[in-house]
C-alpha cells in the first residue's frame, strides 16, 4: 500500500499526492491496518491530519483492535493524541476505546510511561479506574513498570490504589514484584495495604521475594508485613524465594523478618524446594539458619533424596555429618 508507506514514512507530499490522486485512506492491509494507525505510530503529525482531512476512519480497529489512538498512546505522541481526539471538528476519537485485550489508549499510555499523553487521556474522559479484560487498570500497569510519575498522576485523579484484577492482584503486589519501592510508598500513601491478599493468598511479600526483590521486601518487612504469612497453600514468602533461587532475600527475610526457615507448606520444605531445583546457595543460607536436612515431604522423601546435583548432596551430607558430631 502505497498511502501506507508514504504515511510510515512521513514523506507529507507523496502523501496528498495520492489522496489527491483518489487513494482510499482508509484502506486496510491483512492485519486491518490503515494508513493513519501508521502515521501514528510514527508520530508524524502532519500526516495525521492530511489523512483525517481526507476522511480517515479516526476510530479503525486493526485486527487486534487497536485504533489509531492506541498507537499514539502507545508510543507517547502528545501532539497526535490531542489531534485524534479533537479530529478537526468532526467527531473525534473516543478516549475510552478498546482493544480485544479490553485495554484503553490510557493502558498504554500508563505502561509507557507517558505523563503528557496520561494528562491529555484524562481531560478527554479517560479513567484511572478503567479494567481490562483481566481487571487490570492503568494504575497496575503503572504501578509494574515502575512509573511514579504517571502513577501520582493517576492517583490523584480518583484512580483506585486497591484496586483487584481478576486474580485479586493489587497494584501493590505489581510494584512488589517489580521491586519499585516509590511506587509502593505512594500506593500506601493513596490508601493501599501492604498486606493485601490475592485470591491465592499472596501479599505483596510473596510477590516481591518471589521475583529477588530485596529492597521491596525491605520496606515490607520494616512496615510491618509478617515474614511468616502463607498463602492458600501455606507457602512462605521464604518458600517462594527458595524456590526461585532467591539467596540474597532469603537471608534478608531470616535476619531481618525472623522468617522460619524450615516452615513447610502442603507439600515439602523450603529446603525440599531449594534442593530440587538445585539452589546451592539457599540450600546453604537455610542450613545456616537452622533449616531441618532430615525433614520429609508429603511423600515422604528426605531433602538428600530429591537432591538434583552432587553438589547439594555434598552439602547436605556435610550439614548431617556436623550435626550429629
Known sequence: MA?????????????????????????????????????????HDKCVEALLRAGALVSAHKTNGFTPLHYAAATGRASIISILLASFGFSGANACDRDHKGEQAIHLAARGGFVPAVEILLAHGAS???????????????SLHGHELVLRLLLSSGADPAACDTGGSQPIHDAAAGGHVGCMELLTQF??????SDCAGCTPLHRGSSAGEVDAARWLLKKGVDANCRDNIGSTPL???????????????IREGNADPSAPNAHRS????????????VCDELLKAGADPLAVDREGLTVLQVAKTDDVAKLLDEELVASRS
Not at 10 to 30: E, F, I, S, W, Y
Not at 133 to 139: F, H, I, M
Not at 191 to 196: E, H, R
Request: glycine letters at 10%.
Open 3 to 43: 498511502l501506507a508507506a508514504a504515511s510510515r514514512a512521513g514523506d507529507l507530499d507523496n502523501l496528498c499526492v495520492l489522496l489527491k490522486a483518489g487513494a482510499d485512506p482508509n484502506a486496510r492491509d491483512k492485519r486491518g491496518k490503515t494508513a493513519l494507525h501508521e502515521a501514528c505510530s510514527q508520530g
Open 128 to 142: 484511572g479506574n478503567a479494567a481490562s479484560n483481566n481487571g487490570r487498570t492503568s494504575v497496575h500497569t503503572a
Open 191 to 196: 490508601g493501599a495495604d501492604p498486606n493485601a
Open 239 to 253: 518458600y517462594w524465594a527458595a524456590s526461585r533461587g532467591r539467596a540474597d532475600v532469603v537471608a534478608l527475610l
Open 270 to 281: 523450603p529446603l525440599h524446594v531449594a534442593a530440587g531445583w538445585r539452589h546451592l546457595s
